[in-house]
T-cell receptor
Framework: EAEVAQSPRYKITEKSQAVAFWCDPISGHATLYWYRQILGQGPELLVQFQDESVVDDSQLPKDRFSAERLKGVDSTLKIQPAELGDSAMYLC?????????????FGEGSRLTVL | GENVEQHPSTLSVQEGDSAVIKCTYSDSASNYFPWYKQELGKGPQLIIDIRSNVGEKKDQRIAVTLNKTAKHFSLHITETQPEDSAVYFCAASGSSNTGKLIFGQGTTLQVKP
């Protein structure tokens, strides 16, 4: 069964350091999402791509976060510099089409701890 | 802004009993309402969804109901089993029509054997 792949699964870093997360969506899925999930809360959208274009990054803290999906396939989310409040699970998801017409598939997430 | 409220935050039931989780949403333009189950250390997995042109949908032991007028939707799990224990999230589509989902805060369901 096709899955959304994410790496690393766990990352521990010190504040002010740079971190990066990688996501490989299900083959053929044009829409890719990065969500942040703080412990005990629901996922919150950071950025959405349609192919290689950003559709929604209204909740992305652009002073420290960046995301790219250069060839419209895999994607990288970067944080620089990391802050204590960035400790969370970073979830990547993909869908064949925007979710109003199809299911959203999540990866297992990358858990970030900032010390 | 867009908001989804979910209750209760924790729910404990005996095996075989029913469990009900309720959500309300703020954006009247929302038209897609999925429910996700998240097990420890894993990403959320879709278990059932409903669209605004339907009032109820059932899949074996789980069902979802939608009241668009009241902006409420609920998840019903019957004959609960220990493997149903997990965190459940409701979500509603955002008004931007980009496919953005607004998630509730989650309900931790514990099914006691």
């Amino acid at each position: 069964e096709a899955e959304v792949a994410q790496s690393p699964r766990y990352k521990i870093t010190e504040k002010s350091q740079a971190v990066a997360f990688w996501c490989d969506p299900i083959s053929g899925h044009a829409t890719l999402y990065w969500y942040r999930q703080i412990l005990g809360q629901g996922p919150e959208l950071l950025v959405q791509f349609q192919d290689e274009s950003v559709v929604d990054d209204s909740q992305l803290p652009k002073d420290r976060f960046s995301a790219e999906r250069l060839k419209g396939v895999d994607s990288t989310l970067k944080i620089q510099p990391a802050e204590l409040g960035d400790s969370a699970m970073y979830l990547c998801a993909s869908s064949l089409a925007p979710v109003n017409t199809g299911e959203l598939f999540f990866g297992e997430g990358s858990r970030l701890t900032v010390l | 802004g867009e908001n989804v409220e979910q209750h209760p935050s924790t729910l404990s039931v005996q095996e075989g009993d029913s469990a009900v989780i309720k959500c309300t949403y703020s954006d009247s333009a929302s038209n897609y309402f999925p429910w996700y189950k998240q097990e420890l250390g894993k990403g959320p997995q879709l278990i059932i969804d409903i669209r605004s042109n339907v009032g109820e949908k059932k899949d074996q032991r789980i069902a979802v109901t939608l009241n668009k007028t009241a902006k409420h939707f609920s998840l019903h799990i019957t004959e609960t089993q220990p493997e149903d224990s997990a965190v459940y999230f409701c979500a509603a589509s955002g008004s931007s029509n980009t496919g953005k989902l607004i998630f509730g805060q989650g309900t931790t369901l514990q099914v006691k054997p």
